[in-house]
């Protein structure tokens, strides 16, 4: 029998959550709970929290009265409704009204709905009544004549809910849970049930677009999912329940994304990383011809489809944004140059590339753009990356992309970041509004709180000499490595080993470890004996892969190079920095680490010399552990 | 399974649900002496038992257990 671990450790969390003494505290600890994708028990578990807590006003949770009325059983979709709630940070009061009598509580001027002052009604009505009259010989005309009529009823109810109550009406879409009658032909003949229920969804589409009636479309959501996932014949006729109970954390969710986007709390803006989310591969190693975006491979076209997916949004209204560590002239020649790019730099309101931390550039963009954080949705495919936004900026909404790139879309459009209850004229030109306001400046992102960044991420870095069985693997990553790579030297496995082999000559590989995983074999630094001083060593070739930019890699390995060196007896290093179109990442690497420049023209054109005297060098002290050496 | 492993399960189910570490399931417990375990709960609890162990219960046979040892038989004869 498997252990349930989640909901025993869910108790615990729910019991750590309730036991902040400050209340905003602990309705903040709910609610990061609220974002995990809950189960049916976890969900009445989160509710009974919830509801235990008091219920004055707190700052930065919205309250809303909401009246569920409804011709079903209701009861046991509140809990998911009011947890789904509380990850928009709403705090919703439900009102449940009793079993079928809708018309009369909206209706009654003695209604316990009065007391209650509704904000918004939702009114979650199933079409049986409706359609149960129509016979299955009624011609088109009769068919539409009925619906009409049902439709009609439905705006007065919409026309009184708001008059009496002051209340924004939320219509639920007629779940169609018909039986085939027969079979294909269904949809040829207008009275057959699924017939009649899908033109009844119509007609209320068309209506509430009409009166501004915001739709629940369970109808779309159950098409989608498949009606198992949403109706259970068995619990309906034990219980009344249209929408069965392991529905409910969808449905608490679906309505609790209308009500967000009603109070204006949705998500407007999307910002993107770029290598291995907008495209495949990293452009400033592989080049512009060699990131994989389109036709002709599986995985380029699922990056394509990211990309149109991402301008259907923008042509909705959601701005767009790019935050990537990256040369911002290399970042944005792919915008203007790659034939298959779909994002052109027109559509980007905020291009932010740099090798800042990318908690920092999500502040700048969100200046610029004068939208507030809690705004952002931020897609990157890296785990650090998102798990650093999530730890410093937890207003932002981070997706937990899958591994697979072909699953990107769904994963976005699943997440209902911009779920609306209007598309207006204002929607599609505001991101062409946005991007022509924009400023491209360069940033310099601020480095305060990286270090608690990189602490957290508890890394350990194994090194050693490159041996026989790692040659091929080291020189892979010399030859594909273009930015931080200080002479873009190329070297076979032989070459390298021929290096190797030169007495005195020093060889490192380094692998980085972090909470998330290995990052494999990451940075190769190779020392050869100087040619015209003995006690001087040349940094041959130094390549560092740009997955662990940022992290401090190339400080500890100096550190280890160092220690190395004076081993050896050796006083002075001696690099060259040349650059190139692609390495201008580590332009100011050399003297970052205390070499000085030295005055002696350079063997290769544009080649700049530096020195570092070894018995000067200060190691820098770094956030990463050394676990092993594998010397 | 055994039918103390069915018990227990049960019992974890209920516990979980209901947020209360001091029930014990018998055979013989009835639906009544289980605080808060109303009509409502009960309906929960049955989806809970279906999603974990995968089974779907006839509504005849949720509609007349008459105690936790009459569910314990039914799971029983289900994962045979």
């Known amino acids: 029998m498997d252990q349930p671990a989640g909901q025993r450790d869910f108790r615990l969390q729910i019991r750590a959550a309730s036991a902040e003494t400050d209340i905003r505290a602990r309705l903040d600890a709910l609610a990061g709970l609220a974002q995990s994708r809950l189960g049916l028990v976890e969900t009445i578990q989160l ?139 269904d949809r040829l003949v207008p009275a057959a049930p699924s017939r009649l229920i899908a033109r009844l969804n119509d007609l209320l589409a068309r209506a509430a677009a009409q009166e501004n009636v915001m739709l629940l479309d369970v109808a779309q959501a159950s098409a989608r999912d498949g ?206 509004q946005y991007a022509a306001n924009a400023e491209r400046q360069a940033l310099l992102g601020t480095l305060e709180s990286m270090d608690d960044f990189l602490r957290g991420l508890k890394m350990s870095v194994v090194y050693g000499p490159i041996k026989a069985v790692d040659l091929a693997r080291a020189s892979q990553l010399i030859n594909k490595t273009n930015q931080f790579n200080p002479t873009t030297r190329r070297c076979s496995a032989e070459e390298l080993a021929a290096i190797a082999a030169i007495p005195g000559a020093v060889t490192l590989q380094f692998r980085l470890l972090d909470r998330f995983g290995d990052n494999g074999l990451v940075s190769v630094l190779i020392l050869r004996p100087d040619r015209e001083q003995s006690d001087a060593m040349e940094i041959d070739t130094w390549v560092m892969s740009c997955r662990v930019f940022g992290r401090e890699l190339e400080f500890e390995a100096m550190n280890i190079a160092v220690e190395v060196g004076c081993r050896h007896g050796v006083r002075e290093f001696r690099a060259d920095y040349i650059p190139t179109k692609k390495n201008g990442v580590i332009r100011d690497l050399y003297p970052s680490l205390g070499f000085a420049r030295s005055d002696q023209e350079g063997p290769a054109s544009g080649a700049i010399q530096w020195r570092l005297n070894l018995s000067t060098y200060i190691a820098r002290k770094t956030n990463i552990e050394r676990t092993g050496n594998s010397e | 399974m055994t039918g103390q492993e069915v018990l227990d399960l049960l019992t974890r189910v209920l516990r979980d649900l209901l947020e209360n570490d001091s029930i014990v399931l018998t055979t013989a417990t009835r639906r009544q002496e289980v605080p808060n375990w109303d009509s409502l709960m009960y309906i929960n609890f049955i989806v809970a038992v279906e999603i974990e162990l995968g089974i779907k219960f006839k509504v005849a046979d949720v509609e007349s257990f008459a105690n936790v040892g009459e569910i314990v038989a039914t799971i029983r004869t289900m994962l045979k």
């Open chain 1, 227 to 432: 009606l198992d996932a949403w109706f259970d014949v068995a619990r309906w006729l034990q219980g009344k329940m249209e929408i069965a109970p392991q529905a409910a954390p969808v449905y608490g969710e679906m309505v609790a994304r209308v009500v967000a986007a009603q109070r204006g709390l949705s998500k407007k803006c999307l910002v993107l990383d770029l290598d291995n989310t907008l495209w495949g591969g990293v452009i400033g190693d592989d080049g512009l011809e060699g990131i994989v975006l389109g036709e002709g491979s599986a995985v380029g076209e699922a990056h394509l489809a990211l990309q149109r997916y991402v301008l259907q949004l923008k042509e909705r209204g959601v701005i767009l944004a790019v935050c990537s560590k990256n040369d911002t002239a290399i970042a944005e020649a792919a915008f203007r140059d790659h034939p298959e790019m779909l994002l052109r730099p027109a559509d980007i309101a905020a291009f932010v590339a740099n090798w800042g931390d990318k908690a920092e550039n999500l502040k700048t963009i969100s200046e610029r753009l004068n939208i507030g954080l809690d705004s952002l949705v931020f897609v990157d495919d890296s785990p650090a990356e998102r798990a650093r936004v999530r730890e410093t900026l937890p207003m932002v909404a981070v997706p937990e992309l899958p591994e697979d790139a072909v699953h990107y879309v769904h994963c976005l459009a699943n997440a209902g970041y911009f779920e609306s209850v209007s598309f207006t004229a204002d929607d599609r030109q505001r991101a062409g």
């Open chain 1, 47 to 185: 509710d009974r929290a919830l509801m235990r807590d008091a219920t004055e006003p707190i700052d930065g949770y919205t309250r809303v009265r909401l009246a569920v009325l409804s011709t079903n059983t209701i009861d046991h979709l509140l809990p998911a409704i009011r947890v789904a709630g509380l990850g928009y940070k709403l705090r919703l009061d439900v009102f449940s009204g009793s079993f079928g009598q809708y018309r009369q509580e909206l209706l009654d001027p003695a209604s316990p709905l009065l007391q209650f002052r509704p904000d918004l009604i939702l009114l979650s009505l199933n079409a049986r009544q409706t359609t149960s009259g129509v016979p299955l010989a009624a011609t088109a005309e009769e068919v539409e004549q009925a619906l009409a009529r049902a439709i009609e009823e439905l705006r007065e109810l919409w026309h009184h809910a708001r008059r009496t109550f002051k209340a924004s009406v939320i219509q639920q879409s007629y779940l169609d849970v018909s039986e085939p009658l027969f079979g294909s032909y």
